[in-house]
Nanobody, 127 residues
Framework: QVQLVESGGGLVQAGDSLRLSCADSGRTLASSAMAWFRQAPGKEREFVAA????????YYAPSVKGRFTISRENAKNTVYLQMDTLKPEDTAVYYCALDPRTRDGYLATMVAGYDYWGQGTQVTVSS
């Protein structure tokens, strides 16, 4: 059974860094593509970054490329999102998501591409 739990959110100032973690107690994460999405108040949930189950395939939204880094430790059933040079527009609830369909070379960027979701962690960036 998949159970995703995010942690690491908080209140920071513009230019600061945060690292989000997402752990799966069900041990499915190690064989699945993973992604981070975010949702700001009044906006739709949007794609942030994704990583293939081997870690070799990675894709970022243009708005975060060069500032955010997605990584994973399959031995720990955990995926991370390192967020540097944070901006006020990065303020949102961040969700991790899991795609159990193992497909090398393909990473979904739409909400519908992921079957399992965490509860979210709030990231607030003040100016």
């Amino acid at each position: 059974q998949v159970q995703l739990v995010e942690s690491g959110g908080g209140l920071v100032q513009a230019g600061d860094s945060l690292r989000l973690s997402c752990a799966d107690s069900g041990r499915t994460l190690a064989s699945s593509a993973m992604a981070w999405f975010r949702q700001a108040p009044g906006k739709e949930r949007e794609f942030v970054a994704a990583i293939g189950w081997r870690g070799g395939d990675i894709y970022y939204a243009p708005s975060v490329k060069g500032r955010f880094t997605i990584s994973r430790e399959n031995a720990k059933n955990t995926v991370y999102l390192q967020m540097d040079t944070l901006k006020p527009e990065d303020t949102a609830v961040y969700y991790c998501a899991l795609d159990p369909r193992t497909r090398d070379g393909y990473l979904a960027t739409m909400v519908a591409g992921y079957d399992y979701w965490g509860q979210g962690t709030q990231v607030t960036v003040s100016s």
